[in-house]
């Protein structure tokens, strides 16, 4: 099997477009690395080609992510640890 990421078209995942657009001015805050890249893209493009473009970073970014089974790459080890150990105490209270 293989799975080819190309550009976002009208028939793509309009569910899944919609939920990262809609979280995407927080993920661009919190990740250095997207802010960099909006920032470079900002530059040369049109705000809504830098929006697209973001979203099918992070689109990309999450496809990796769960096929490698490994965390983040710019993730706060601190953060993530203690929403860890939140999911696990609401977990067990359950």
Sequence with gaps: MS???????????????????????????????????CEKKLMGKAACKVRAGAVRR????IFYMLKNKEAYRYCNDAIFKNKAKQLEKYSQAA
Aim: net charge positive.
């Design 58 to 61: 992070v689109m990309t970014t």
């Design 3 to 37: 799975v080819r990421i190309k550009g976002i078209n009208k028939h793509g995942r309009k569910a899944a477009y919609a939920s990262i657009l809609q979280a995407l001015n927080h993920l661009i805050d919190s990740s250095p690395n997207l802010k960099r890249f």
